[in-house]
C-alpha cells in the first residue's frame, strides 16, 4: 500500500506562488531521497529538485534554481516543493518520486502528478 498523494497544483499568475506537497504512506520515508520531476507536454521528464534523506543536501536544476526550494519533513512523511515567481515555461504536470538509493536495485515509487499551469 505505498502511496505518494501530490496537492497544490493549480493555476497560477507569471510572477505567482505554489507549493506543492507530497504526503508518503507504505513505506519508510526517512530511506528514501525524495525527488521532484516534471513533464510538459511533448517533453521529457526533467529532474527539477532532489532531497537527501535526513535533508542534508538538495539540488535543482538551473532552469528552477533560485526560485524554488525543495523540502521535507520526516515527522510528516511529507515532502514539499515551493516554487516562487513562476514563469510559463514551468507549465508542466509535477510528480513526486521516492528514490531509495542504499538498495540495489534501486527502489522507485511515483506520485500521480499534479498540474502546475503559469498563465496570464
Known amino acids: 500500500q505505498v502511496q505518494l498523494v501530490e496537492s497544490g497544483g493549480g493555476l497560477v499568475q507569471p510572477g505567482g506562488s505554489l507549493r506543492l506537497s507530497c504526503a508518503a504512506s507504505?513505506?519508510?520515508?526517512?530511506?528514501?531521497?525524495m525527488n521532484w520531476y516534471r513533464q510538459a507536454p511533448g517533453k521529457e521528464r526533467e529532474l527539477v529538485a532532489r532531497?537527501?534523506?535526513?535533508?542534508?543536501?538538495?539540488m535543482y536544476a538551473d532552469s528552477v534554481k533560485g526560485r524554488f526550494t525543495i523540502s521535507r519533513d520526516n515527522a510528516k512523511n511529507t515532502a514539499y516543493l515551493q516554487m516562487n515567481s513562476l514563469k510559463p515555461e514551468d507549465t508542466a504536470v509535477y510528480y513526486c518520486?521516492?528514490?531509495?538509493?542504499?538498495?540495489?536495485?534501486?527502489?522507485?515509487?511515483w506520485g500521480q502528478g499534479t498540474q502546475v499551469t503559469v498563465s496570464s
Open positions: 518520486n521516492a528514490r531509495d538509493v542504499l538498495t540495489f536495485p534501486y527502489l522507485d515509487y
Open positions: 507504505g513505506f519508510t520515508f526517512s530511506n528514501y531521497d
Open positions: 532531497i537527501t534523506r535526513s535533508g542534508g543536501s538538495t
